[in-house]
């Protein structure tokens, strides 16, 4: 059996569609399934059992034997989370609680990082471990990550495969839940079938023009391809970054949004809120050669595909993955 925590989210739910489609079923999917909302992530997938998080690691210690692979992708990913109690327990205690087990009993693990313990991207966007000491994340969210990623890598006894995924700005399906959190590309299709138009955040940096900013944006289906890579490949542990590997602006992600409705452009820009005006990242792109030097060459969806097959196939027939 495989264990997915998080599996009521946005990426872990997706991942059990992806297991789904290649034939696995006997999947243990833990999460609190305390939202009805987010619960219809997994509705019609096929799965073994729910095991509520809290009681996971008991359940790991009384079923190990069974179980063949951990994806642990639960964590709080509110980026405006400032309660560092709330991020500790949920973030890097239980994940240190996670990979224990994986230690004790032999099991392969596969964990979530993030491209927020980057930062500013001060020392770049390489995923070299032996600069994660000294990244400054931008807020508590990031550090919780980073602090996790430091934790892992100064343990003497790690599981026999382990890999830390330091996920770029993940898009696609499944993310209805999220509110704020959710990606651009959700609010700019909600925004265009609300009111006609989108509004970005302006820049508040003199080198930057207004919608000029850029992420990497990487498309939750190929998000899920590099999860399914590694839990065949089981070698070559370590942390690797997971995005397109190159930088789009905002405006290019708003008129594809557009331009997948049939619709022409109407964008204008609107202040940053200043809650999250100096945290914020003006620039993000995975540096993705030390997953290809693992042997992964699966191609990514562009932007313009993967908004075109998100737009088109999800988000309007408001359909999940």
């Known amino acids: 059996m495989i264990v997915i925590t998080g599996a009521a989210g946005f990426i872990g739910s997706c ?9 696995y079923y006997d999947l243990v999917l833990a999460d609190d399934f305390s939202s009805e909302e987010q619960n219809k992530n997994f509705a019609g997938k096929r799965f073994s059992q729910q095991v509520n998080r809290d009681e ?4 790991i210690r009384e079923n190990q034997l069974h179980i063949q692979f951990i994806f642990h992708l639960g964590a709080r990913t509110d980026t405006t989370e400032f309660d560092y109690a709330i991020l500790n327990r949920l973030n890097l205690e239980y994940s240190k609680t996670i990979w224990n ?9 596969v964990y979530a990082s993030s491209a927020a313990t ?5 020392l770049g966007y390489e995923d070299r471990e032996d600069i994660i000491p000294q990244l400054k994340p931008l807020n508590p969210y990031g550090e919780s990550k980073n602090d996790f990623d430091i934790w892992a890598l100064q343990q003497e006894r790690k599981p026999y495969f382990w890999a830390g995924i330091k996920f770029f700005n993940v898009y696609g ?9 959710a990606s651009v590309i959700f609010h700019t299709y909600n925004q265009i079938m609300k009111n ?22 990487v498309y939750v289906k190929d998000v899920v391809e590099v999860l399914y890579f590694f839990m065949h490949h089981r070698k070559d542990s370590g942390i690797y970054n997971l995005g397109s590997g190159k930088a789009r602006t905002f405006l290019d992600l708003a008129i594809n949004t557009f331009k997948a409705l049939g619709k ?15 945290k914020y990242q003006y620039f993000t792109e995975a540096t993705m050669d030390k997953l290809a030097s693992i042997g992964y060459h699966k191609p990514f969806h562009s932007l313009e595909e993967g908004i075109d097959d998100y737009v088109k196939n999800y988000l309007a027939p408001q359909r999940y993955y």
């Not at 980057?118 to 001060?122: F, I, N, Q, S």
């Not at 022409?264 to 100096?278: G, L, W």
């Open 173 to 181: 399906p499944n993310e209805y839940h999220k509110g704020r959190m």
């Open 118 to 122: 980057y930062g500013l991207g001060e």
């Open 196 to 217: 006609g138009e989108m509004k970005l955040f302006q820049s508040h940096r003199a080198d930057v023009k207004d919608g000029e900013q850029k992420r990497d944006f």
């Open 56 to 59: 996971l690691p008991q359940w």
């Open 101 to 109: 087990l994986c230690v004790e009993f032999g099991l392969p693990l």
């Open 15 to 23: 991942l059990v569609q992806k297991l789904n489609d290649e034939g």
């Open 264 to 278: 022409e452009p109407e964008i204008t820009f609107v202040p940053t809120p200043e809650d999250i005006r100096d």
